[in-house]
């Protein structure tokens, strides 16, 4: 049976699941190709970045492959101090190696976000996005964001809601008889009142989007990617397969709803 303790299991993020960016890269790109909202989700979440002042010094925890600062790169001011943080060296690496072609000066620094290694008020904003809910002491954390932001400091944090990419559950559900829902510890839903004990102001924002799906393959790939996906039946896979290619061929499409947002919250 998977065991989706593995969800917030530190060792097993690093050394298996984000030992790398291969399975993150799998699961964007469907979001890359296919969402509808032609804005799209970086630009969405810097356009909330950019209150923050000129010569702002800002930290990102769990930066992944650095997405963010990739897309936009020619949006960030130029006199920003920006450290990327990841709990995995593989991250990290793929950050390094999405954002040396920028020339922007990034710095990189490996870090347990229940453990910030920087002293009393020193940024002007953290940035998480979509990584609580993998944070085994998520009040310890929070706590420790609190701590390094300076007063008025913003906290950005990214999640989904209980409905996001819930066409994937039901296929994920298909192919693993042993498949089983989890609670998300941090979501759209919830995640409001976690804030709160820590910040005197907290709203919550969600970006209106979904995934119109033309291609198979894609959808087989970021199933692929998941946890204890060599738990998954190669058999039930390829009956998977066809049945999408079926509706595909009949509907033109595959609908695949979203649902992801953003925390704001200032000291």
């Known amino acids: 049976m998977s065991r989706?303790?593995?969800?917030?299991?530190q060792q097993y993020l690093k050394t298996d699941q984000y030992r790398d960016s291969s399975n993150l890269d799998a699961r964007a790109e469907i979001h890359r190709r296919f969402s509808i909202n032609t804005y799209g989700w970086?630009?969405?979440?810097?356009d909330r970045l950019l209150k923050l002042p000129e010569?702002?010094?800002i930290l990102e925890l769990g930066c992944g492959p650095a997405y963010l600062w990739k897309e936009c790169s020619s949006r960030?001011?130029?006199?920003?101090?920006?450290t990327l943080s990841d709990l995995s060296s593989g991250m990290l690496d793929a950050a390094w190696r999405n954002l040396v072609v920028t020339g922007r000066a990034f710095q990189f620094k490996e870090i347990d976000a229940q453990s910030i290694p920087f002293g009393?008020?020193?940024?002007?904003?953290?940035?998480?996005?979509?990584?609580?809910?993998?944070?085994p002491d998520r009040p310890k954390a929070i706590e420790e964001i609190q701590r390094v932001l300076k007063r008025n400091g913003h906290l950005f944090a990214t999640t989904v809601g209980e409905n996001h990419l819930k066409e994937l559950a039901v296929?994920?559900?298909?192919?693993n008889d042993a498949f089983e829902s989890f609670?998300?510890?941090f979501t759209l839903e919830n995640g409001l009142e976690q804030l709160k004990r820590f910040f005197s102001q907290v709203t919550v924002s969600r970006i209106p989007d979904n995934l119109h799906v033309t291609e198979v393959e894609p959808i087989m790939a970021y199933i692929r990617s998941s946890m204890h996906a060599t738990e998954v039946s190669e058999e039930k896979l390829v009956k998977l397969q066809h049945d999408l290619e079926k509706e595909l061929k009949e509907k033109g499409r595959i609908f695949i709803s979203k649902d992801s947002g953003l925390f704001e919250a200032i000291m």
Do not use: K, S
């Not at 970086?42 to 810097?46: E, I, K, T």
């Open 42 to 46: 970086f630009n969405w979440l810097f």
């Open 171 to 175: 296929w994920f559900r298909e192919v």
């Open 76 to 82: 960030i001011p130029v006199d920003w101090n920006i």
């Open 120 to 135: 009393d008020e020193t940024f002007d904003a953290v940035i998480a996005n979509h990584m609580l809910y993998h944070v």
């Open 4 to 9: 989706f303790t593995d969800f917030t299991d």
């Open 183 to 185: 609670g998300n510890p």
């Open 55 to 57: 010569n702002a010094r």
